[in-house]
């Protein structure tokens, strides 16, 4: 059997297996479930997006030693804040008491049919719990909180805007952003 043969059946095997036709049969059927699944894709993508963001910042040579613990701290807030608000809003939004609450509104005149009902409802969850976990928390919310939090990862001493970088050389912020960063 060929190179080609073999890595053309993988997406066979693969939409074939038991544990994908389970997914795919259970996200069609519970529209909260399918929110909750994408919600922790989203999650996880940027956990570890920002997990390489502050690893990447530590070893970046273009970035100024004294400027790095900045950067890093910065990395760090938005991570966490990012994680936290995208978890609370988007779990928030799946939940059965919004969903039921929206979409009885929305889709008030195709409450009778069923299957449709059930169509509406489930594309609603789904775009809703993304549009609030991305748009609202992520571009909104998580700037407004990242940014002061970004205090409590500095290191020790650097933290009042005075003290010792990992170089040694003395830091002194005056500004908001350092002068380097600029959007």
């Known amino acids: ?9 993988i997406p066979r095997e693969v939409a074939n297996c038991p544990l ?21 894709g989203g999650i996880t993508k940027d956990v570890f997006a920002y997990t390489m963001r502050v690893n990447n910042a530590k070893k970046n040579p273009e970035i100024p030693d ?3 613990p900045f950067v890093i701290a910065m990395d760090k807030a938005t991570g ?6 995208q978890l609370v809003t988007g779990t928030a939004i799946a939940s059965d008491k919004f969903q039921n609450f929206c979409t009885s509104r929305l889709f008030a005149d195709i409450a009778d049919d069923a299957k ?14 993304l549009f609030g976990a991305v748009v609202l928390a992520k571009r909104i919310v998580v700037p407004l909180i990242a940014t002061p939090l970004a205090s409590y990862f500095m290191p020790k001493g650097l933290e009042s805007g005075k003290g010792e970088s990992p170089t040694g050389s003395d830091v002194v912020r005056t500004q908001s952003r350092p002068t380097w960063f600029t959007t």
């Open 20 to 40: 994908v036709k389970g997914h795919l049969e259970k996200s069609s059927l519970n529209p909260r479930y399918l929110a909750n699944f994408l919600l922790l």
């Open 1 to 9: 059997m060929t190179i080609k043969k073999v890595l053309s059946a």
């Open 66 to 68: 004294d400027k790095k």
């Open 80 to 85: 966490v804040t990012t994680t936290v608000v």
């Open 116 to 129: 449709r009902f059930k169509m509406a409802k489930l594309g609603f969850a789904a775009i809703s719990t």
